[in-house]
């Protein structure tokens, strides 16, 4: 194994080299438990921390690792390591943590593609499809939208739904796929590169495991059937992990999410919702809230059925969530800054007690 197998390249070397990084060694992260690392490198697998160092100096979750990064690392023993820095990162997919406003949680790191999946049956909605692009769009991650399960409807039902995504996401592949019958395989083989990063999005239940088994063609995550007296997904598969499949790619699988709220989504909005962003241009009114405003181009757009009602909806919700997060993101800032002056002031004062 040689770490451009798991996908390391000229630009993260470079760095190594610029940062005198040369009495560690390089590895990937596999697999994150509550802190503790699964780390690999080209010796093999390492349970791994951090220094306490890098613990102090970290403002945010931003700056401890995540599955998918490189970091620089000190080998004890034969699996233990301690992690001292992380190198910078390529892309990193962030959504707002679960029930914790203005915290953001890290889905994965260093990733060129990302599968977003969405099942035929029940989980299917466009709106969630949008958020999931506005993630992937903001974090500079090519999205692919897969449509699994696609054996449990007919042919006149699939090009139905697949009609509907595409009139309202445009220029983004979509391939309907069934881990059963293994119909789009091809497609999604043909994109699948060896050193290139894919991580798969999606509920729990859609079979992002049963696609990766049958990817690598070995039993490497737990899959199991949804319980059908809830109707919900178990969430079978409870931590994100990364695999090397046999042609290269290197897939991260993820637990199932049941909501991908937006957190900071710098241009992501502005991607997914390229038409509306570009109609708001030509509103009568610079601050137009394309709410209630005359003149408002948006609005007219809706209206001429030129834009999708539901995407429309769907946008002005998640522009609303943005401005709240970035709002409460602020606030914990304020207070942040106003406790580190308090304490720059108290440890002042214990000096001038002291003499
Ligand atoms: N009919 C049908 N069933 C499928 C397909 N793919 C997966 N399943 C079934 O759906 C259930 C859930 O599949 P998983 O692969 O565990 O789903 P998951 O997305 O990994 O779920 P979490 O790990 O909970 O996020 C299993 O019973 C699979 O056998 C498919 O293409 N067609
Ligand atoms: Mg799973
Ligand atoms: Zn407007």
């Given at each position: 194994m040689i770490l451009e197998d798991l996908g390391y390249n000229n630009k993260l070397e470079k760095f190594r080299i610029d940062n005198n990084l040369n009495n560690s060694e390089i590895g990937r992260v596999v697999a994150e438990h509550k802190e503790r690392y699964i780390i690999r490198t080209t010796t093999g697998e390492f349970d791994a921390e951090i220094t306490g160092n890098m613990r102090f100096s970290a403002k945010s979750r931003e700056d401890f690792p995540a599955v998918g990064d490189w970091v620089a690392l000190t080998t004890y023993d034969s699996d233990f390591a301690l992690i001292h820095k992380t190198l910078p990162r390529s892309s990193i997919i962030k959504r707002q943590?679960?029930?914790?406003?203005?915290e953001i949680q890290i889905i994965a790191a260093n990733i060129d593609y990302a599968f977003i999946i969405q099942a035929v049956d029940r989980d299917f909605k466009l709106n969630r499809i949008e958020r999931y692009l506005t993630i992937c769009n903001s974090s500079k991650v090519n999205p692919i939208i897969l449509l699994s399960?696609?054996?449990?409807?007919n042919e006149l039902q699939i090009s139905e739904i697949l009609e509907r995504i595409k009139l309202r996401i445009k220029n983004v592949p979509v391939i309907a796929i069934s881990?059963?019958?293994?119909?789009?395989y091809d497609a999604i083989k043909t994109i699948i590169e060896k050193g290139k990063t894919y991580c798969m999005l999606g509920s729990s239940g859609v079979g992002k495991s049963t696609l990766l088994n049958n990817l690598s063609g070995k039993t490497i995550m737990r899959t199991e059937p949804i319980?059908?007296?809830?109707?919900?997904?178990?969430?079978?598969?409870s931590h994100r992990e990364l695999f090397i499949l046999e042609n290269g790619g290197i897939i991260i699988d993820n637990p199932g999410m049941r909501e991908v709220g937006i957190a900071d989504s710098t241009g992501g909005l502005e991607i997914t919702f390229d038409l509306i962003i570009h109609l708001s241009?030509?509103?009568?009114?610079?601050?137009?809230?394309?709410?209630?405003?005359?003149?408002c181009s948006v609005l007219e757009a809706v209206e001429k059925g030129e834009v999708d009602k539901a995407s429309y909806e769907n946008y002005l919700k998640m522009e609303r969530e943005k401005a709240y997060f970035e709002s409460t993101v602020a606030e914990r800032r304020k207070k942040e800054k106003e406790f580190g002056k308090i304490l720059k002031n108290y440890k002042k004062d214990m000096n001038k007690n002291k003499y």
């Open positions: 943590a679960v029930g914790q406003f203005g399960k696609v054996d449990l409807i881990n059963e019958t293994q119909i789009g319980s059908l007296s809830t109707n919900k997904g178990r969430h079978v598969t241009k030509k509103c009568k009114f610079k601050d137009c809230t394309h709410t209630t405003e005359n003149g």
